[in-house]
C-alpha cells in the first residue's frame, strides 16, 4: 500500500525548459511535503518544503504546487540545467503514533534527465 | 563542519549471517534515522533514534534494531539475514525529532545477501 506516489519513472526535458515532477498521496494526515534530490552513489539532498497548509513555496528556480484536495503535488524546476540531473524523491512527514518523532514516507523517485 | 558518514560502502553476507553497518552523524545533530531502500524503490523509514534510545519504528520485524552511543554515532544491526534484505541502507542525521525537513543523509551503505 503506496502512501505516496511518483507514477513517472523518468522524465526529460531540454536545457532551459521547464520540468515538472508530480506526486500524489493518500494519507490525510501528513502535514509537510518534501522534494529530495539524488546524485548516484549519494545520499538524498533536501531540495524544498512545502507545509499542508499552504499551496505553493518558491526557492530560486524551484517551486512546489499543493492542491490538498486533489491530494498532489508537483516540483517545477525553471529553467532546467543539465546539473539537475539526478533521481527526484517525494516524501511526506507526519507525526508517529506515540508523537514522539516525525518520519518521512518516500515515493519511488523520478529519474530526471536535462539534455544539453 | 563535517557531514553523515557510513560504513562500509559495500558489504556482501549470505542468508543467515549477522551485519552491523554504521553510521556518524553530522556535527551537533543529536537524531539518527535508518532507511532502506531496496532496488527500484523509495527509501522506506526503518527506525530512529534519539538520546539513545528508539523513538519510532517502521515496520521492520525485530531482527532489525540499532543502537546510539553518547556520540550520536549510531549503528543498524540486521540478525539471520534473508536474500530481501539486500538493499541500500541510509542513515539520517537531525536536530531533534521534529527537523524531518532538516535530515541529512549519509551516502549509504550497499549490503548484498546471497
Known amino acids: 500500500d503506496q502512501q505516496v506516489k511518483q507514477n513517472s519513472p523518468s522524465l526529460s526535458v531540454q536545457e532551459g525548459r521547464i520540468s515538472i515532477l508530480n506526486c500524489d498521496y493518500t494519507n490525510s494526515m501528513f502535514d509537510y511535503f518534501l522534494w529530495y534530490k539524488k546524485y548516484p552513489a549519494e545520499g538524498p539532498t533536501f531540495l524544498i518544503s512545502?507545509?499542508?497548509?499552504?499551496d505553493k513555496n518558491e526557492d530560486g528556480r524551484f517551486t512546489v504546487f499543493l492542491n490538498k484536495s486533489a491530494k498532489h503535488l508537483s516540483l517545477h524546476i525553471v529553467p532546467s540545467q543539465p546539473g539537475d540531473s539526478a533521481v527526484y524523491f517525494c516524501a511526506a512527514s507526519e507525526l508517529n503514533s506515540g508523537g514522539s518523532n516525525y518520519k518521512l514516507t518516500f515515493g519511488k523517485g523520478t529519474l530526471l534527465t536535462v539534455n544539453p | 563542519e563535517t557531514g553523515v558518514t557510513q560504513s562500509p560502502t559495500h558489504l556482501i553476507k549470505t542468508r543467515g549471517q549477522q551485519v552491523t553497518l554504521r553510521c556518524s552523524s553530522q556535527s551537533g545533530h543529536n537524531t539518527v534515522s535508518w532507511y532502506q531502500q531496496a532496488l527500484g524503490q523509495g527509501p522506506q523509514f526503518i527506525f530512529q533514534?534519539?538520546?539513545?534510545?528508539?523513538?519510532g519504528r517502521g515496520n521492520f520485524p525485530p531482527r532489525f534494531s540499532g543502537l546510539q552511543f553518547p556520540n550520536y554515532s549510531s549503528e543498524l544491526n540486521v540478525n539471520a539475514l534473508e536474500l530481501d534484505d539486500s538493499a541500500l541502507y541510509l542513515c539520517?542525521?537531525?536536530?531533534?525529532?521534529?527537523?524531518?525537513?532538516?535530515?541529512?543523509f549519509g551516502p549509504g551503505t550497499r549490503l548484498t545477501v546471497l
Open positions: 512545502i507545509s499542508s497548509i499552504k
Open positions: 533514534y534519539y538520546r539513545e534510545e528508539e523513538n
Open positions: 539520517a542525521s537531525s536536530l531533534g525529532t521534529f527537523n524531518s525537513n532538516e535530515q541529512f
